[in-house]
C-alpha cells in the first residue's frame, strides 16, 4: 500500500479535459516536489510533469500539473487515444528518507 | 542519445543472489544521481535505490536494505545493483532511472530487466 494514493482507474472521451489525482502528506506531497509519469504498456515510464507544474522538453503542453496542500493533479486537456496509459505521482518522503511513488492511475480513453 | 541499458536479470530460487547491471551512454555518467527503480507484474513502481553522482552517498527502500547493494564504476560509465537474500516478493521488472538529485525527478530510464524469484 503506498503512501500517496491515486484513484486505480479513470476514463475519457477523446477531446475531453481529464484530471488525474494523487494524495498523500506532510511528509511527501505537502512538503516536496511532484512528479508525474506516464507509462504505455510494456514500456518504460516517462516524466511528464517536474517539480509541481514544470513540462520538460519535448512534452506535449496538453498535460499540466498543480499542487495545492498534500494533493496534486495533472490535467490532461484534448484527449487523444494514445494517451490510454498509466499515470503515476512520485515525491520525496522526509519520514522514510527516499521517494515514494503513487499506486497509479489507468487511464482509458473510451 | 542519452541511453540506459539494464541486464542480468533471469530466473533466481528464494535465497538466491543476483547482479543487475546497467550501461550508460551518451551523457556525462559521473554528474548523475542513479537509481533502481523495480516494478512487479501488473503492480506500481517502487523506488529501491539511488547512488550519488561521486558515489559518496547510497540510500535504500526499507524493503531492500541490508538485502541489496547499490553501487557504480563511472570510469566504466555503469550502475550495479548485487542482490541478496532474495524473496519471490522480489520478483519484478528492474530499471535503472537517471536524475540530477536525489528527488524522484528521474529523467530517463532503462527498458528494463526482469528478475524472477521462484523455487
Known amino acids: 500500500q503506498s503512501v500517496i494514493r491515486q484513484s486505480p482507474s479513470t476514463s475519457g472521451t477523446p477531446g475531453q479535459r481529464v484530471t488525474i489525482s494523487c494524495s498523500g502528506s506532510r511528509s511527501n506531497v505537502g512538503s516536496n516536489y511532484v512528479y508525474w509519469y506516464q507509462q504505455l504498456p510494456g514500456t518504460a515510464p516517462k516524466l511528464l510533469i517536474s517539480r509541481n507544474d514544470q513540462r520538460p522538453s519535448g512534452v506535449s503542453d496538453r498535460f499540466s500539473g498543480s499542487k495545492s496542500g498534500t494533493s496534486a493533479s495533472l490535467a490532461i486537456s484534448g484527449l487523444r487515444s494514445e494517451d490510454e496509459a498509466d499515470y503515476l505521482c512520485a515525491a520525496w518522503d522526509d519520514n522514510l528518507s527516499g521517494p515514494v511513488f503513487g499506486g497509479g492511475t489507468r487511464l482509458t480513453v473510451v | 542519445q542519452v541511453q540506459l541499458v539494464e541486464s542480468g536479470g533471469g530466473l533466481v530460487k528464494p535465497g538466491g543472489s543476483l547482479r543487475l547491471s546497467c550501461a550508460a551512454s551518451?551523457?556525462?555518467?559521473?554528474?548523475?544521481?542513479m537509481n533502481w527503480v523495480r516494478q512487479p507484474p501488473g503492480k506500481g513502481l517502487e523506488w529501491i535505490s539511488y547512488v550519488s553522482s561521486g558515489s559518496g552517498f547510497t540510500n535504500y527502500a526499507n524493503s531492500v536494505k541490508g538485502r541489496f547493494t547499490i553501487s557504480r564504476d563511472n570510469a566504466k560509465n555503469s550502475l550495479f545493483l548485487q542482490m541478496n537474500s532474495l524473496t519471490v516478493e522480489d520478483t519484478a521488472v528492474y530499471f535503472c532511472?537517471?536524475?540530477?538529485?536525489?528527488?524522484?525527478?528521474?529523467?530517463?530510464w532503462g527498458q528494463g530487466t526482469l528478475v524472477s524469484v521462484s523455487s
Open positions: 532511472a537517471r536524475a540530477s538529485w536525489k528527488q524522484p525527478e528521474f529523467d530517463s
Open positions: 551518451g551523457f556525462p555518467f559521473s554528474d548523475y544521481y
